[in-house]
């Protein structure tokens, strides 16, 4: 249940950074307002989180995955190119929230 509320604050997080992109590139002050409410529920998720889990843990699988979404996000979305190097990245930070997920 916890990887699952992790996975929805991470979620949240990259649909904001998405709008504040959006909200960057086209002056829509629509974004900002969705991505300024977007944040306030993921904060609250990752709040809640904090009881399950240490600070640590949460802290370092919310943002691996944001970061992780966020370069998706760019790829899938506004056409942005990646590097060979990224990619990379990218297979690292889903190793690390596996190894994240299964140590103790």
Do not use: H, P, R
């Not at 504040?20 to 989180?49: C, D, E, H, P, R």
């Amino acid at each position: 249940m916890q990887v699952l509320l992790a996975l929805l604050c991470a979620l949240m997080f990259i649909i904001c950074d998405a709008f504040a992109a959006n909200w960057a590139k086209t002056g829509s002050k629509q974004s900002l307002v969705y991505g300024a409410i977007l944040v306030m529920v993921g904060y609250a998720i990752f709040a809640w989180l904090n009881k399950e889990w240490s600070l640590a843990q949460v802290g370092v699988f919310v943002n691996v995955t944001i970061a992780l979404g966020a370069v998706l996000v760019s790829f899938f979305f506004f056409k942005e190119q990646l590097a060979v190097i990224q990619w990379w990245g990218i297979g690292l930070g889903l190793i690390s929230i596996y190894m994240l997920c299964t140590g103790n």
